[in-house]
């Protein structure tokens, strides 16, 4: 629920004229959305659509109404005044056409500049919530698919803790618990017979490690044997190999912090290994409910509308991902307490979230309905795709070494910088500030502004172009606004305290229009998880601004300085709140 959202606002007001116009019928519910562009015109800025499906509830019924029309004029006459609005008309099948009143479009964006952005916050029915997220696997390649789910998780994190949630948990559920330990320790243990040459150097390269252990594994009936011992008695706590086990997981977190240090990005470790000790107890609570049943051997569960049974533990005793998930969804929902679990995979993970999900509805741990809380949803998203259109690869090798991506994408922006003459006189720090601004928001933006479910191909030209939607361009846009301020030579702050907006032009209408609508475009981009609105709710604003306001309406040492400084500011106000939602550092010279 969100109280700034104009759209809630509206629709409220139609309530009321719906209950006047429709008294017998207490379930219709307004639709009320924002006009789109027809044919070059658009009829006002939000609609109703109810008269048409009003019409075939009530046709047939004493109403005396004689069409949608009809209908459409009598929810027009029933709405209550308001000072929202400035008029109202009817058109087509009975739509009703808002206009609102720009004098309060204008009282409204000054109002956030007063109370600032957090006042357009909505706030979610939840007080705890965890996004898993990146969650990459220990000694196995972090690919760019767990970039995609690092970049999608803080995103979704922050607008989680912008939606006032207490507590928002930002969960790296590292793969630390796999066989491919037992593999790896086990060539170890031959290449360092003795324990103490085993440090974290002589570990170094973990791809290399895990590639050499492999050809071993695959190769040497005998080291197989003996990889498949070694993760029995490592799970069985043998303190040599818990100590390897501990060395590897060291090394390789040092490497994924070096890629959360660049992004900018927090979270909170807890592998899988944590909640071993936990599967027994969960599997035992599912066996009393009856869930789990004996297959070829292995203990499964069926669940709805699958007629293939999931594993909750192999022939061999052993336990697989999916068991980890039985208890860590447990101790989340348990001893968390958490409200709303968010899990960001890839799609191909789809099926395992929807069968954990629906084992746990069959056991009641989770309500009935999906959409009641305590909540868990999986947010898949599409594959990371070359300019072949094949998975995405690097040149030299099978994988894309994840810094050097963003060693790239910065390095690119460097030399673009440097061969601007604005940049002249900058100094060497401030750079490099600039070129990670830009470079690291590029690769995040690129990600985000598409909708997460479809494929997305990875190409450094489009997402440093200076001129299409991307990151460079709304930084750009955003420098931009910041140097009209300054250059107006007026103290921001007294500014707010004393201007007023006036919104006389179509262009500044329209610029207003669209700041106010950032609270229901956030509210919709949270609850469907789409991070992908925000970026387009963004690129138009900065559309609006550089099109349509800059080249209409000159703000210094115009008459109208005062009333168009303060759009200004609400507009690198709103810009950087998305940038900041969007995990982009904003850049205020370029
Ligand atoms: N480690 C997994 C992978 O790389 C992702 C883990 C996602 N989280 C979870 N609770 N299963 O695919």
Redesign the pocket.
């Known amino acids: 629920d969100n109280p700034a959202s104009v759209k809630r606002q509206l629709a409220q007001l139609f309530e009321l004229s719906l209950r006047a116009t429709v008294p017998d019928e207490p379930d219709v519910v307004p639709l009320v959305d924002a006009c789109a562009v027809k044919g070059g015109v658009k009829f006002g800025d939000y609609q109703c659509n109810n008269a048409m499906g009003v019409w075939s509830t009530v046709k047939g019924k004493q109403t005396g109404f004689r069409g949608p029309p009809a209908i459409g004029e009598a929810i027009l006459n029933n709405l209550p005044p308001s000072e929202m609005i400035d008029s109202c008309s009817v058109a087509g099948p009975g739509f009703v056409n808002v206009v609102l009143s720009k004098k309060w479009i204008a009282q409204r964006v000054q109002r956030m500049l007063v109370d600032g952005i957090d006042a357009w916050a909505p706030r979610l029915p939840v007080k705890r919530a965890l996004v ?1 997220f990146s ?3 220990i000694a196995k390649e972090m690919h760019v698919g ?1 970039l995609r789910s690092t970049i999608i998780g803080d995103t979704l994190a922050r607008m989680f803790e912008f939606s006032r949630v207490e507590c928002v948990v930002r969960r790296n ?1 590292v ?1 630390d618990w796999g066989t491919q330990f037992g593999m790896l320790i086990t060539y170890l243990f031959e290449k360092f017979p003795n324990p103490d040459d085993l440090s974290e150097a002589a570990i170094g390269d973990l791809q290399a490690l895990y590639k050499a252990s492999k050809v071993r594994f695959d190769s040497d009936p005998e080291f197989k044997l003996r990889a498949q011992q070694a993760v029995v008695r490592l799970q069985s706590g043998e303190i040599k190999y818990r100590k390897a086990w501990k060395q590897i997981c060291d090394v390789s977190r040092a490497e994924f912090d070096k890629v959360y240090q660049r992004l900018g990005v927090q979270l909170e470790e807890r592998g899988e290994s944590f909640y071993n000790p936990y599967i027994p107890g969960v599997l035992e609570k599912l066996d009393n409910l009856g869930l789990i049943e004996e297959s070829d051997g292995a203990r499964v569960i069926y669940v709805e509308g699958v007629n293939i049974p999931v594993i909750a533990v192999k022939r061999d005793g052993g336990y697989n991902y999916f068991s980890t ?1 039985l208890a ?1 969804l447990w101790y989340r929902l348990n001893e968390e307490k958490l409200e709303w679990i968010v ?1 960001v ?1 890839d799609i191909g ?1 789809q099926q395992h979230f929807d069968m954990l999900f629906k084992a746990y509805r069959r056991a009641g741990w989770l309500p009935k309905d999906e959409n009641a809380y305590p909540k868990c949803t999986h947010v898949g998203f599409g594959l990371v795709l070359g300019e072949d259109g094949k998975r995405f690869r690097s040149r030299s090798s099978e994988v894309v070494r994840l810094v050097d991506l963003l060693d790239e994408a910065k390095r690119r922006c460097r030399t673009s910088i440097l061969e601007r003459d604005t940049a002249k006189d900058w100094s060497e720090e401030e750079i490099e500030k600039t070129s990670e601004a830009i470079g690291y928001g590029a690769v995040k933006y690129a990600d985000l502004k598409i909708n997460r479910l479809t494929n997305y191909t990875f190409n450094f030209d489009q997402m440093l172009n200076d001129k299409g939607n991307t990151a460079v361009y709304l930084q750009y846009a955003h420098a931009r606004i910041c140097s009209i301020i300054r250059k107006s030579g007026r103290d921001i702050e007294e500014v707010k305290r004393n201007g007023e907006i006036v919104l006389d032009s179509e262009d500044e209408r329209a610029l207003g229009l669209h700041l106010l609508q950032f609270p229901e475009v956030f509210e919709e981009a949270c609850t469907n998880l789409l991070p992908n609105l925000l970026c387009e709710y963004l690129y138009n604003l900065s559309e609006i601004f550089t099109k349509k306001f800059y080249p209409n309406c000159q703000v210094v040492g115009s008459p109208e300085e005062t009333s168009r400084l303060l759009l200004c500011e609400a507009t690198v106000i709103v810009m950087r709140h998305c940038f900041y939602l969007l995990g982009i550092e904003p850049v205020y010279r370029l």
């Open positions: 898993d969650s990459p696997n767990h559920h793969g998930d860590s899990y995979t993970q």
